[in-house]
C-alpha cells in the first residue's frame, strides 16, 4: 500500500508542477495583457495540490522514514521527511490556496493575473525547494 502511494505521489508531482506553471505563465499573460483569466486551470491546478498535500499527510503517517526517536534531527534524511519537508509544502499549499481565494474575489482579470503570479510563484519556489531531488536526498529509493 505504501509502495503505491509513493508512486501515486512522486508521479503526480509532475502533473502539479506543470500545471503550476502553465497557471503562472497564463496568469502572467493576463497581467500584462489583459488577456481572459482562466479561473478552471487555477482550479484544477488548486485540487491536484490539495489531492498531493492529502496523499503527502497518509504517507507521512505510514512512512517507515517519519521517525521522531532521540538523534533525528542529526539526520539529514529523517529530518527532511519529518520536518522540512512537510513544513514547506503545507507552507505551498497555503499560498497556492490564498492565490486561488484572493484572485476568485478580484473584480478586474489584470488583478487576478497579478495575485496569482505572486503567490503562486513563491509556492513553486518552496514545492522545488521541498521536493525529494536525488540529488539532495543521499539515499537511493526513498524519493
Do not use: C
Amino acid at each position: 500500500m505504501y509502495d503505491i502511494l509513493k508512486h501515486t505521489h512522486s508521479g503526480l508531482r509532475w502533473v502539479a508542477l506543470l500545471l503550476m506553471l502553465t497557471v503562472i505563465v497564463t496568469a502572467w499573460q493576463t497581467w500584462k495583457s489583459n488577456a481572459p483569466y482562466k479561473q478552471r486551470l487555477t482550479l484544477f491546478t488548486l485540487i491536484v495540490s490539495h489531492l498531493q498535500l492529502l496523499l503527502g499527510l497518509i504517507m507521512y503517517f505510514m512512512s517507515p522514514h517519519v521517525q521522531f526517536g532521540e538523534g533525528f534531527m542529526k539526520d539529514s534524511v529523517l529530518r527532511f521527511y519529518g520536518v522540512e519537508h512537510i513544513t514547506i509544502m503545507v507552507l505551498a499549499i497555503t499560498l497556492i490556496t490564498m492565490g486561488y481565494s484572493k484572485a476568485k474575489r478580484q473584480a478586474d482579470d489584470r488583478l487576478r493575473g497579478q495575485v496569482v503570479v505572486r503567490l503562486f510563484g513563491i509556492a513553486l519556489v518552496l514545492i522545488l525547494l521541498g521536493i525529494p531531488w536525488p540529488f539532495r536526498i543521499p539515499v537511493a529509493g526513498w524519493f
